[in-house]
Each structure stands twice: as C-alpha cells, then as structure tokens.
C-alpha cells in the first residue's frame, strides 16, 4: 500500500514537474532579438532566432531587442551662452549594435543614455546662443547626436538621432523679442517709404522738365486734370490758377506770317 502511494506522489510530481521544466528549457527568440546565455553567471554564448533550448537552473538567458528604441527627454531649463533661460525636450533615438556590450558594460544601458543626452543637451546648449538655439536646431541637435554616440558606443549602444521637439521661452524674453520684431518691421516700413518717395520725385523731376520744355504740355495736362476731376457730378470744386496755366503759348513763326496789303493804297 504503501509503495503504490510512493508511485502515485512521483508520477504526480512527474506530471507537474515535466511541462515545468519545459517551460524552462525552451525559449523562443524573435528576430529582432537576440539571447545571450549565462551558465551558472559566466557568459557562454548569444542564441540567434528561432527555438532554443538552455539547462534549468544551470543556464539562464538575457534577451536584447535590437530594434530601435526611443527615450523622450522631458522638458529641461538650460541657460544659454549669452544667458538666456530656455526650456528645451527633445526624444533620443538609438538601437544596440553589441547586445554583449549592451549588457555587460552598463547596468541599464537605457538609463545611461538617458542621462547622457540630459547632459550633453545642457553642455551644447549652453555653448550656443539664443539666436544660434532658434535658429539652427539641426545643428545642435547633430552636436548632441555626436556627443551621446561617441560614449554610448563602449556600451554597444548606436544613436540613431537626437531630434529637439520644442524650445520654450520665458514670456519677458516672447515680449521683448516681439518689439524687437515690430521694431525691425517699422525699420523696413520706413526704409521702403523713402525709397518710393525718392523715386517718385525723380519722377516728377522728370515729368517737370519734359513739360517746361514742350510748349503747351503744361495746359494740356491743367485741362486733363480738370477733365478726370469734374467727372464727379455731386461735388463743386473751385480751382484758382496762374494767368499762365490757361494762356495758351503764343506761336513762334509769326515772324514768318506777312502782313496784308491794305486797300486803297496808292500805287
């Protein structure tokens, strides 16, 4: 009696223990991953994709996603080169080249390149001035880029990019580069005014000298003004002009008109 409850216990233990221990045994890997094998905590080999099988309790497996991962900065005050205070967040895109390195040079190699990007965010901004910040984020973002990969590369860590989404001012700094912007459009304003003014009397420079030399333009162009002035019927208008705006000019050849002969002279 007593053996036949032995086998029971040990099949029993057997039927709950097999699916167990293949459960254990067996991993699947993607292919975006890869798996890195550790027996008794001494590394022993990566496992690419597909089904694979490790020792229970001797062997264990750290898997790696290689596909590329992304790390929001959240928004950070910075201080610029020419002490300017800006908000800026941007998102860090990277990808694990050396899923070894990935889990054997850093503790959390996520974490590390978080912080990294923080730092060199502050260290390239404050390198940089406002006007550099607004309008040459590519750059800075580059400059970034290149200071987080140079360090991230000993920890099998690639970075992809490092984009800025959004740079935010202090509204004192808004309202003074507003007047500075309206300040600089009054400036163009008033440039382009002159400029029209000046051409428009080297205009009228022009038109006063072809008049004063054509006899009779002057009262052509009185008698036109008239005319497109009194178009309007409802309204009265009193014009007080020179003498010399209506007389018509006197003819030059009169010399050349002979006088007549009168009659009844004696021959």
Same mark, same amino acid.
């Given at each position: ?35 890195? *094998? ?39 005050? *910075? ?149 497109? *002035? ?9 014009? *007080? ?27």
């Amino acid at each position: 009696m007593a053996d036949s409850e032995s086998l029971t216990c040990c099949f029993s233990l057997l039927i709950i223990g097999v699916p167990i221990l293949l459960a254990m045994s067996v991993k699947v890997i993607y292919d975006f991953q890869r798996g890195l *094998v550790l027996s008794l905590g001494k590394f022993s080999g990566m496992r690419n994709s597909g089904l694979q099988i490790i020792i229970p309790f001797y062997q264990e497996m750290r898997m790696v996603d290689l596909r590329i991962q992304t790390i929001d900065i959240p928004k950070q005050e *910075v201080l610029s080169k020419d002490n300017v205070s800006a908000f800026i967040n941007a998102v860090v895109y990277f990808k694990i080249i050396n899923p070894e390195s990935a889990i054997f040079n850093v503790q959390d190699y996520r974490a590390a390149v978080f912080q990294h990007s923080q730092t060199a965010i502050r260290d390239v901004v404050g390198s940089r001035t406002l006007d550099q910040l607004l309008t040459d984020r590519k750059s800075i973002a580059d400059s970034i880029s290149n200071a987080v990969d140079k360090d991230a590369k000993e920890w099998g860590v690639d970075i992809v990019g490092i984009k800025i989404q959004d740079i935010s001012l202090p509204d004192t700094m808004k309202k003074a580069m507003a007047r500075q912007a309206q300040a600089e459009r009054e400036k163009r304003a008033s440039i382009i005014i002159s400029e029209g003014e000046s051409m428009a009397a080297d205009k009228l420079a022009a038109a006063a000298k072809i008049l004063s030399e054509s006899p009779g333009a002057l009262h052509l162009r009185t008698l036109q003004m008239i005319s497109s *002035v009194s178009a309007d019927k409802t309204n009265i208008m009193n014009f *007080v002009l020179p003498i010399e705006g209506v007389q018509i000019p006197e003819r030059t050849d009169k010399a050349d008109i002979k006088p007549k002969k009168e009659k009844g002279a004696g021959a």
